[in-house]
């Protein structure tokens, strides 16, 4: 979502745009991961008369993906704050989106490589179905999430939380369908303990405290986000692999555990897991500011600020059971700087998506994905900017990519 949004931020201001991805679709979570719905991007705010109501705070590009999506009937918003949307639909308007921007996109590519000499990028190495070739621009921003381009240029970086770096479960996501929805209502109440129940017995092997639900577009579908894997580096190939084995038995142990037990599941079926496992978390930049949890906690309004957000502190435990939450006043937001995007020691390279530079705390509060778009669409602001004035990531001026978020509707403060 941060790729998108940076590439089409870059190209409506002229630049010409390669977005490379290593995926066969765009979307990134949503699309591999299957992560759905869209986490909470709405405030609580009074009308002139005192009335409450709901406002749309994470917008611009991504107030487009969901105005689109939901023309095409593909949202279900009868919770606001945890709005579910067609992922197929989102892969097209998101193609549809690049397309109507000129912007060239590479499916099935990955970043090998990077050329540095005087703290710039001089170019990238990239592999597909062509094999290796050779890209060179002037400026780069890394939307992997893991901060792969960042980490071959030789950015300094941390990983997971302090003391033991070890990062939030990573979690299969899967549906199960042809569930009796109506009855399914009537017994949700009853899942968490029998769950707990089974755990205490070692009838269970996930260590999540409870089993994680979100409706489906479709009516007789159900939406799981509930698998748990700690321990595990998403950095490391081979622990990803284990992580992606050990979910798999984790589906099929929930998946057992419903139907046997809850009649609406009884005829039920597994209909597919993610083709790639969630990651929560995995490196974050050293950049020109460190985000805190204290900025999101005191509702820091920054001179530089490039996007905003209003979802929790949401610490999933990263070696065992338990989730940590601090909720946010529902009528207020906090804002994000700037240079959190700007990687230590390379002047042509910002970093978009869940990391960038902040602690381990903040960083489970800005990563979901209508944040992560806000981002993006930042940072391709802020680099075509850069490039129409002549100057590096850290010479951009802060008051010109405001002036070109106001007139796209991308609130940043």
């Not at 009537?186 to 070692?202: D, H, T, V």
């Not at 050293?286 to 600020?305: A, C, K, M, P, R």
């Not at 700007?342 to 002047?347: R, S």
């Amino acid at each position: 979502m941060s790729g998108v949004a940076a590439a089409i931020a870059a190209a409506r201001e002229g630049l010409k745009v390669l977005l490379v991805e290593k995926n066969y679709g765009l979307g990134g979570a949503a699309n591999s991961c299957l992560i759905n719905p869209f986490m909470k991007y709405y405030i609580e705010q009074c009308d002139k008369d005192g009335n409450k109501q709901l406002i749309q705070l994470n917008n611009g590009i991504f107030g487009q993906i969901v105005s689109r999506i939901r023309k095409m009937g593909g949202m279900d918003e009868t919770d606001l704050l945890n709005p579910v949307f067609n992922e197929e639909y989102l892969k097209y308007v998101l193609e549809n989106m690049c397309e109507e921007a000129d912007i060239e996109v590479l499916y099935g590519t990955m970043v090998t490589s990077a050329e540095v000499s005087d703290r710039q990028i001089r170019s990238i190495q990239i592999y597909n179905r062509d094999g290796f070739s050779t890209v060179s621009a002037p400026f780069y921003i890394d939307c992997t999430g893991d901060a792969n381009l960042s980490v071959q240029a030789g950015v300094p970086f941390r990983l997971g939380r302090p003391g033991d770096h070890l990062c939030q479960p990573m979690t299969l996501c899967f549906w199960i369908g042809n569930v009796d929805r109506e009855q399914f209502r009537k017994i949700r109440p009853q899942i968490n303990p029998l769950y707990k129940k089974f755990q205490q017995e070692g009838r269970i092997r996930n260590t999540r405290e409870n089993v994680l639900i979100f409706h489906h577009i479709a009516p007789d579908v159900l939406h799981f986000n509930t698998t748990r894997v700690i321990n595990l580096n998403p950095t490391d190939a081979k622990d990803v692999t284990k992580a992606q084995f050990e979910a798999r038995k984790q589906v099929f142990e929930m998946y057992g555990f419903l139907k046997e037990n809850f009649e609406c599941f009884r005829n039920s079926v597994l209909l597919m897991t993610a083709a790639e496992i969630g990651v929560r978390e995995s490196r974050m930049i050293d950049g020109e500011y460190l985000y805190t949890q204290e900025d999101i906690l005191n509702y820091t309004v920054f001179e530089d600020s490039i996007a905003c957000g209003c979802y929790e502190i949401d610490i999933h435990n990263p070696s065992g059971t338990g989730t940590h939450l601090i909720y946010l006043d529902r009528n207020k937001y906090y804002t994000i700087p700037y240079r959190c995007l700007i990687p230590q020691g390379i002047k042509n390279l910002l970093v978009a998506g869940r990391c960038i530079s902040s602690t381990h705390e903040a960083q489970s509060a800005y990563r979901i994905m209508p944040i992560v778009c806000n981002l993006g669409e930042g940072a391709g602001t802020a680099i075509a900017c850069a490039f129409h004035g002549g100057t590096d990531t850290r010479g951009v001026d802060i008051r010109e990519v405001h002036r070109l978020l106001d007139r796209y509707g991308m609130r940043y403060r």
